[in-house]
């Protein structure tokens, strides 16, 4: 008997986390990640997800089969008994399954706020209702901001007014910009297209309309569009 229990244990445990593993390959929480930031965010998300999948069917499957077993609503509850062993494992699990996503999302928080080998530095500056985007390097100034695809990015901002906050959902991530503090932002662009950067934080009656194009493009038009002063 005990044997059969120890089976059926490590089956019910085999199917949950195949289960979790196919909600955490087959779930789409984000849009088609456009960086590696995005790329990590997306990735932990899905760890989530499955985990999630994993520990609710588990937790609903054990009352369920307490219900019908034990017959809890049948007979009254033992007062004063208790099984040391249970009461061990429903605290060592939880205590594991936390501890474990704890140490993974530092690593994955660590890994986006590091910036790569010589990043480009853009400084964005944002007012109602409009996005400045400086390059310093070499003086270019646009109202549209542009990227080379493979190389590492530090977006800084600043605020002229009131808090904004800059948003592109392919990017995996929004950053706020303050009217008395620099915020940053690290990436690296995966591929090339066109993305739109909202305002995601109220800032008054033209908020809706704070909008900026973002244009990745391989390095050599990028740099094509720096000569050129920034298209203006």
Same mark, same amino acid.
Not at 1 to 26: C, K, Q, W
Not at 28 to 38: E, H, N
Not at 65 to 82: D, K, Y
């Given at each position: 008997?005990?044997?059969?229990?120890?089976?059926?244990?490590?089956?019910?445990?085999?199917?949950? %986390? =195949? *289960?979790?593993?196919?909600?955490?390959?087959?779930v789409?929480?984000?849009?088609?990640?456009?960086?590696?930031?995005?790329v990590?965010?997306?990735?932990? &998300?899905?760890?989530?997800?499955?985990?999630?999948?994993?520990?609710?069917?588990? !937790?609903?499957?054990?009352?369920?089969?307490?219900?019908?077993? =034990?017959?809890?609503?049948?007979?009254? !509850?033992?007062? =004063?008994?208790?099984?040391s062993?249970?009461?061990?494992?429903?605290?060592? *699990?939880?205590?594991? %399954?936390?501890?474990?996503?704890?140490?993974?999302?530092?690593?994955?928080?660590?890994?986006?706020?590091?910036?790569?080998?010589?990043?480009?530095? !853009?400084?964005?500056?944002?007012?109602?209702?409009?996005?400045?985007?400086?390059?310093?390097?070499?003086?270019? %100034?646009?109202?549209?901001?542009?990227?080379?695809?493979?190389?590492? *990015?530090?977006?800084?901002?600043?605020?002229?007014?009131?808090?904004?906050?800059f948003?592109?959902?392919?990017?995996?991530?929004? !950053?706020?910009?303050?009217?008395?503090?620099?915020?940053?932002?690290?990436?690296?662009?995966?591929?090339?297209?066109?993305?739109?950067?909202?305002?995601?934080?109220?800032?008054?009656?033209?908020?809706?309309?704070?909008?900026?194009? *973002?244009?990745?493009?391989?390095?050599?038009?990028?740099?094509?569009? &720096?000569?050129?002063? =920034?298209?203006?």
């Open positions: 008997m005990r044997e059969r229990n120890i089976l059926a244990v490590t089956i019910l445990v085999l199917l949950l %986390i =195949g *289960v979790g593993v196919a909600v955490a390959s087959f789409r929480p984000l849009p088609q990640a456009a960086s590696d930031r995005a990590l965010v997306d990735q932990l &998300l899905r760890v989530f997800f499955g985990l999630a999948t994993a520990v609710f069917l588990g !937790v609903e499957g054990l009352l369920v089969f307490a219900a019908i077993r =034990g017959r809890l609503f049948q007979s009254p !509850v033992a007062i =004063g008994n208790s099984n062993s249970l009461e061990l494992l429903w605290l060592a *699990v939880p205590a594991a %399954i936390v501890l474990a996503l704890s140490v993974y999302s530092i690593r994955v928080l660590l890994l986006m706020e590091a910036s790569g080998p010589d990043p480009l530095q !853009v400084e964005i500056t944002a007012s109602q209702y409009q996005w400045e985007f400086r390059y310093p390097e070499s003086g270019v %100034i646009a109202n549209e901001l542009h990227l080379p695809a493979g190389r590492a *990015v530090v977006l800084e901002f600043r605020s002229k007014d009131v808090i904004h906050s948003w592109v959902p392919a990017f995996g991530g929004k !950053v706020d910009a303050l009217p008395d503090r620099v915020t940053s932002l690290a990436l690296t662009q995966l591929r090339t297209g066109e993305y739109e950067a909202v305002c995601a934080e109220f800032c008054g009656p033209g908020h809706t309309g704070m909008i900026a194009t *973002v244009q990745v493009e391989d390095p050599a038009s990028f740099e094509q569009w &720096l000569q050129s002063g =920034g298209g203006e």
